[in-house]
């Protein structure tokens, strides 16, 4: 496939918006620091492609006077903090053409991650300052189908707040006024404020914050970061998932009486599969990293529409040994006792603690890294997972119909990354892509599968 760019350009709010600099909360500037990439493909609209385009831009500039911070552009700020500059100045858009059909790509999930319809950033050489924030990429196919490349800052937002925006663009592009505006104002994470508790710098407080296991008899994990990698998609059937969460479910009494979730279940047998096919010793210690969106544990709940990050990083803990050696049900349950610990004080702890260091660069993972000095590596002998499946990313109409296909955008994975999806063949199907090592994924692969089957 060979993809021409024929033109890019910044589109701007409609209309004169705030300015001025905008306080990030610590949700916003720790953690993933890059541009997080989704692609939605669609079937030839009705109408001729210059006013398809046309309408695409003119939505934008609309939608964006509501959700102007997009048009705007980080900057840094002293002890690696970062603020954001509602300065107008747009979001990148780019015109492009494929010499392809879209019947072409075949099944989505077999193709090759897709690069060349995403828009990207060089994030090595070109400012954080001049850096917008969201970026998009409309590429026509020769059938006449299209796709959006989405590429999103996560500083700006999470995934909730990415497709809220997204939503209501498509929405205002099919003629209708816009429905929920965003809730823009992040002091109710307490953005810019001092921390109201004072640390003792125990970061033993905050395993989160703590750098993960690393191999027996290996001093740090620069050699397991070296090596080759490759990602694969699995396909969970209902039939499948119907399997595994009776298994998590058989003869483990639940204290609240609630069966495990699909989530809770697939997360809990991808950790147990990595163990055994990784070949890790019983006394290897293993994490797994959790994110959890933070909305409606917190009391009162976050306002509806809150417009950026409330997410927040777990960590559950355990041995190879451990989690080999018990059922479905056990490990499961180490997900769940992790997830209930999040409440208002916990965010809250998560907020001072992170106020209180004295330089946040450490917590944050951005390619411009080394190495040496990148963020938490969730590569063996561990885990780091990441749930789509609450994320309202489906049934994104422009109004020329709803998507084909969405999903990742590109392969930016590391070794030991793992996305939940919804599957396509029912309603409770599922897809799981998993990055792992190449020595590694064809056993993954037979072991995941064979030990669903197994009584």
């Given amino acids: 496939m060979r993809v021409i760019t024929t033109l890019s350009s910044m589109i701007k709010p409609g209309e004169p ?37 046309q309408a695409l831009k003119a939505s934008l500039t609309t939608t964006l006077v509501q959700f102007y911070p997009l048009a705007g552009r980080l900057s840094s700020i002293a002890r690696g903090r970062l603020e954001l500059n509602c300065n107008a100045n747009g979001v990148c858009f780019t015109e492009a053409y494929a010499d392809v059909k879209l019947v072409d790509l075949g099944d989505f999930f077999q193709y090759p991650f897709f690069d060349q319809l995403m828009p990207s950033v060089d994030y090595r050489n070109t400012p954080i300052e001049d850096t917008p924030l969201l970026l998009l990429q409309v590429t026509r196919f020769l059938c006449g189908g299209w796709s959006l490349g989405f590429f999103i800052s996560h500083v700006a937002v999470d995934g909730q ?19 929920y505006p965003p809730y823009l104002d992040r002091k109710v994470l307490r953005a810019g404020y001092p921390p109201t508790v004072t640390f003792n710098g125990n970061i033993e407080q905050h395993a989160q914050c703590s750098p993960p296991p690393i191999l027996l008899g290996q001093s740090s994990n620069e050699n397991e970061r070296r090596q080759e990698t490759t990602v694969t998609m699995l396909k969970l059937t209902e039939t499948l998932v119907e399997k595994l969460l009776n298994k998590a479910n058989k003869n483990h009494k ?11 279940a697939v997360t809990a047998h991808a950790w147990r599969t990595a163990c055994k096919i990784r ?15 933070v909305r409606r544990r917190m009391n009162p709940p976050l306002p509806e529409k809150y417009f ?19 059922t479905l049900g056990f490990v499961s349950s ?30 944050q993972d951005h390619l411009q890294m080394s190495n040496n000095e990148k963020g938490p590596f969730y590569g063996n002998p561990n ?3 990441i749930s789509w499946l609450t994320l309202p990313m489906y049934g994104i109409d422009f109004g020329w119909g709803k998507e084909l296909f969405t999903g990742p955008g590109t392969n930016d994975a590391e070794d030991g990354d793992f996305l939940i999806l919804r599957g396509v063949e029912g309603v409770r199907s599922l897809i799981v892509a998993v990055c792992l090592q190449v020595r590694h994924i064809e056993d993954f692969k037979r072991v995941f599968y064979q030990s669903i089957e197994e009584d």
């Avoid at 609240?256 to 979730?261: D, K, P, Y």
């Fill in 334 to 363: 180490k997900i769940r006792d992790t997830i209930n610990k999040v409440d208002t004080d916990y965010v809250n702890s998560v907020i001072d603690f992170l106020k209180n260091q004295e330089d946040l660069s450490k917590f």
């Fill in 17 to 53: 918006t705030w300015s001025g600099r905008l306080a990030l909360s610590e949700l916003d500037q720790t953690g993933m620091t890059t541009h997080v990439p989704t692609i939605y493909f669609y079937t030839k609209p009705s109408e001729n492609w210059h006013t398809v385009l």
């Fill in 308 to 326: 950026g990050n409330a997410i927040v990083d777990l960590i559950a803990t355990g041995t190879s040994g451990e989690l080999v050696s018990s």
């Fill in 161 to 179: 707040s990415a497709l809220h925006f997204l939503s209501e663009w498509a929405r205002v592009c099919r003629g209708e006024p816009l429905g």
């Fill in 279 to 293: 070949n890790l010793e019983p006394e290897q210690k293993t994490s797994i990293g959790i994110c959890i969106d």
């Fill in 254 to 264: 639940l204290e609240s009486g609630r069966r495990f979730t699909r989530y809770e």
């Fill in 383 to 385: 885990l780091g997972v």
